[in-house]
């Protein structure tokens, strides 16, 4: 029978899309994926298809499973469209906290079924049970507040880098998704008194705290594998790093040596020119001068302010002309610019990496080239521009994503796979592909 009282409780207990939309939302907002405003928008969003619902389920009892299913593909497809996350992110942040908040919803039906037995025939909660589901929710959104502030937006961060990462994220949705499906499906508390007594009841309890415990120990983990391989990445990038850094300061000390030497020969150069001279032999003096030309080098040292971004460049630019191509760049980049070290690592070091490679490909066929400029617009809107173009050999090819394919291995590859997750992770894009014929790689990044 429809009633006021019977919308009302029907309704509070459709609001418990509220609690899911923030435990949903909160990592987004952690790891700076939307800004507080919009979670704030969404869930008032879900409040208002929460109260329709309500209403809805006690009016047309049939609709509810429609309602849900409607409900929750409109939530998810207005996320994609608004924040361009990825659906596999979303689903799986959506079935974990649907999870959780279904979990919750199963010990107050239990409180309520142990102090209002008739409640278990009712399609919705008595006040008691009302009190204890908004009370149990509360605490939970406040006690789970590092895992979904912390961890799981660590986990967000650190498992897109890479092939392993897409392969991850393809499938780890379907954890807490098959975790809600047995809460639903499995724990479900019977509407039957009859079928109801106080064992049956604690063994729900039991039964959900194993669950819960075991998905929540599974989170940990997914959390530790996480840091230990952004631990091994990042010691990686560091040798890198350094080694690059090494390699530059050997030829800076090469240069310096270079230049104590020009400096200690330049009386024995000006004889040999006056020498020439007095004996009226200009072939001789041409020829003389063009062999200096020879042993001079005339590449500069220092490329941009920043030391990491100067090493980098430094090491792949001396690689590239080591290969005889014509090298061109343009590098503008502070020392203090909002980039860490790692992330430089990741979308300056694989492009031209990836340049370099393509060079070594192209090099039997001639006149390789290396066009680089990588700059920091320090104006309003600041950003990170790197935009390189490299002569290359052979095709350049995408899977259905539009998604480069390795040369190197079966797959899309590892290293451009890096940059683009980096790239939007940071609010920017990554695009890779054939422009005047050359291959064109351009990332862009907002600084704040």
Not at 235 to 257: A, C, P, S, Y
Request: glycine letters at 8%; one cysteine or more; aromatic letters at 10%.
């Amino acid at each position: 029978m429809v009633s006021f009282p019977n919308i009302f409780y029907s309704v509070c207990e459709q609001l418990m899309m509220v609690s899911s939309a923030y435990l949903t939302l909160t990592p987004l907002v952690a790891a700076e994926w939307i800004s507080r405003r919009t979670r704030v928008t969404f869930m008032l969003l879900v409040a208002a298809m929460g109260v329709a619902c309500g209403v809805m389920y006690e009016v047309l009892p049939e609709s509810k499973l429609p309602l849900f299913i409607l409900t929750s593909v409109v939530s998810i497809g207005v996320l994609i469209a608004v924040t361009r996350i990825r659906p596999y992110f979303l689903l799986y942040l959506f079935f974990t906290s649907e999870f959780f908040v279904y979990s919750l919803s199963t010990f107050a039906r239990v409180a309520d079924a142990l102090m209002y037995p008739e409640s278990l025939a009712a399609s919705h909660y008595t006040w008691f049970g009302e009190i204890v589901l908004w009370s149990s929710l509360v605490l939970f959104c406040a006690a789970s507040y590092p895992l979904f502030h912390d961890r799981i937006p660590y986990i967000l961060e650190n498992g897109v880098m890479g092939q392993s990462g897409r392969s991850f994220w393809h499938n780890a949705w379907l954890l807490p998704f098959m975790c809600y499906l047995v809460d639903v499906f499995a724990i479900d508390v019977p509407s039957d008194p009859s079928l109801v007594d106080g064992n049956v009841l604690f063994s729900l309890v039991f039964l959900q705290i194993v669950i819960m415990t075991l998905y929540l120990s599974i989170l940990g983990l997914e959390y530790y594998l996480m840091h230990s391989a952004k631990d091994a990445q990042d010691g990686l990038n560091r040798e890198h790093l350094l080694d690059m850094q090494l390699r530059q300061n050997t030829v800076m000390k090469e240069r310096i040596d270079q230049a104590r030497r020009a400096r200690h020969d330049l009386r024995h150069f000006r004889n040999t020119v006056a020498m020439y001279l007095r004996n009226d032999d200009l072939d001789g003096l041409k020829t003389y001068l063009g062999q200096l030309d020879e042993i001079t080098d005339d590449s500069p040292l220092i490329w941009c302010e920043n030391s990491v971004v100067n090493a980098i460049v430094g090491h792949y630019v001396s690689r590239a002309q080591a290969l005889g191509a014509e090298v061109q760049v343009h590098a503008q980049v502070p020392q203090e610019c909002g980039i860490t070290e790692a992330q430089f690592s990741v979308v300056v070091g694989n492009v031209l990496e990836n340049a370099v490679a393509a060079l070594e490909h192209a090099k039997e066929e001639g006149g390789i080239r290396l066009a680089l400029i990588i700059a920091i617009d320090v104006g309003v809107g600041r950003q990170f521009t790197l935009d390189v173009r490299n002569t290359y050999a052979g095709e350049i090819l995408k899977n259905g994503q539009g998604e480069l394919l390795s040369t190197k291995h079966e797959g899309t590859g590892v290293g451009t796979a890096s940059v683009t997750a980096v790239a939007e992770r940071m609010g920017g894009f990554a695009r890779f592909g054939n422009e005047g014929g050359m291959f064109r790689a351009y990332v862009l990044m907002p600084l704040g």
